[in-house]
Nanobody
């Protein structure tokens, strides 16, 4: 499975962005999907996850109320809407497909990773 993330860019604080992740195979419709991010000099951190049917969604506390994860299984895509962006949201954002239909913040639950898309927020 290949994952292609897109939609990153350079924005100002308070702006919005929409990240998308396209999977190469329809079989990811049975897998939970997640977004992680890694800022320079920091470890990769969990952002959000969504179960195979969208019925269970988990957010990191740092993005709760500002980011929204969604998926379209017919198109094999998962999206992350970023709103009210802050400078501390600056990072390389990765999408990932989990081994199973449910997954959370533990990165070891994820089998496939995309190449990342850069989000830079200036204050």
């Amino acid at each position: 499975v290949q994952l292609q993330a897109s939609g990153g860019g350079m924005v100002q604080a308070g702006d919005s962005l929409r990240l998308s992740c396209a999977a190469s195979r329809r079989t990811v419709s049975n897998n939970a999907m997640g977004w992680f991010r890694q800022a320079p000099g920091k470890e990769r951190e969990f952002v959000a996850s969504i179960s195979w049917n969208g019925g269970r969604i988990v957010y990191a506390d740092s993005v709760k109320g500002r980011f929204t994860i969604s998926r379209d299984n017919a198109k094999s895509t998962v999206s992350l809407q970023l709103s009210s962006l802050k400078a501390e949201d600056t990072a390389l954002y990765y999408c990932a497909a989990a081994y199973r239909s449910l997954a959370g913040a533990d990165s070891t639950q994820y089998a496939y990773w995309g190449q990342g898309t850069q989000v830079t927020v200036s204050s």
